[in-house]
């Protein structure tokens, strides 16, 4: 997953300018197929969401301007999509755009780490220094008392940056399940952010034991090489999923059958938990194929080709494609697989009701409120 999502950030625009006006027409022209201009409006379109209007004269703004694109994961459609940037009144003070037409304040100077996860903030708008804030999980993950210039991405999820008088400062998250991220040159520590995340990993020793025990209950499918956790194909590693090298804890907890495409049959995955910081994602990680998040439930068609995950919002998906079948953007619990092509779930509006989904005639995914 990490591979195909740094590909995707390299087909994107990484990081906005750092000086010097910049053109809204140029910025349009580049990402044409994600924003325009309409009079007094700015119209963004998301992929797999709904069309966004920012109208020059609502919410405080006299006039938005389109700056440039972030490459930032969007846990919605599980891949790393282009997000727009905004300033309001000419103001040097940006923002993004999420998804929901919300906006995160960035200051004025903000680049995305390569997995698409964090937000490097050269200067936070409402205190002085720099920050980063995980944009996968929606909160601020660290702060520093310093400002920093020239910030760029650095490996899959850590950034370069020239910070108060220092060139080259590398900025990286301490993989010790602080959640504490680090400013370094060379071998010094330069400063540690203020922000200590609360890990909700629980204890390393406990986890460790349930981690042994899950794997012997599942031979053949994942071992433990030190700090590495390693997916095996028929014995033989297949996936390496170190925490050095993607900044999560990884730990395996089960396994979940699911349509094995060169077998063409029903085969046992990984199912294993990601973890930054207070932040925890699961992950179905196959051995032929990238991981597939699946954090807050999972229900799998009984032919294993199909499932539906919630995460802030619920999508129906092609296990073996990977693509989005159905997206709906509240969440839902109580997940089940009723058929192949059939769930159904609670979904939890401000009056939850039962909804079932399933295929029209034409092969459409619809959604329909149970008894209707």
């Not at 906006?103 to 995305?112: D, S, T």
């Not at 090298?245 to 077998?263: I, K, R």
Request: hydrophobic share 45%.
């Amino acid at each position: 997953m990490i591979a195909a999502l740094m590909m995707a950030q390299a087909l994107m625009t990484g990081a906005v300018a750092a000086s010097g006006p910049v053109s809204e027409a140029d910025a349009i022209a580049a990402h044409s197929d994600l924003v325009r201009r309409d009079g007094h409006k700015l119209i963004v379109t998301y992929a797999g969401h709904a069309v966004i209007q920012m109208v020059d004269g609502e919410s405080g703004c006299d006039s938005y301007h389109f700056v440039d694109a972030l490459p930032l994961y969007d846990a919605r459609t599980h891949r790393v999509q282009p997000v727009a940037e905004l300033t309001c009144n000419a103001a040097d003070k940006h923002v993004l755009l999420w998804p929901d037409a919300d906006v995160q304040p960035v200051g004025a100077h903000a680049v995305a780490s390569s997995d698409g996860h964090y937000v490097f903030i050269d200067q936070m708008p409402d205190r002085p220094g720099a920050g980063i804030f995980n944009w996968a999980a929606g909160y601020m993950a660290g702060t520093f008392d310093m400002p920093c210039t020239n910030a760029r991405a650095e490996g899959i999820d850590g950034f370069v940056a020239d910070c108060a008088k220092h060139k080259d400062v590398h900025v990286a998250r301490l993989v010790n399940g602080s959640g504490l991220w680090t400013m370094t040159v060379g071998q010094d520590v330069l400063a540690k952010s203020n922000l200590a995340v609360i890990s909700n990993g629980g204890d390393p020793f406990v986890m460790a034991q349930n981690e042994a025990a899950a794997i012997a209950a599942h031979p053949g499918l994942v071992r433990r090489d030190g700090p590495d956790l390693v997916i095996l194909d028929n014995g033989k590693d297949a996936r390496r999923m170190g925490d050095i090298a993607s900044g999560c804890h990884y730990w395996f907890h089960d396994a979940v059958s699911l349509y094995d495409p060169n077998l063409k049959a029903m085969a046992p995955v990984a199912r294993v938990a990601c973890q930054r910081g207070e932040f925890e994602m699961a992950l179905l990680a196959p051995s032929y194929a990238d991981p597939l998040p699946a954090p807050q439930g999972l229900a799998v068609s009984p032919d294993g080709k199909i499932v539906l995950l919630t995460y802030g919002s619920t999508d129906i998906v092609d296990w073996v494609s990977r693509q989005v079948l159905f997206h709906l953007p509240t969440p839902c619990r109580d997940l089940k697989a009723v058929g192949d092509r059939h769930f159904t779930c609670v979904v939890e509006d401000a009056q939850p009701y039962t909804a079932d989904f399933a295929p029209d005639a034409s092969g459409t995914w619809q959604m329909t409120k149970a008894g209707a």
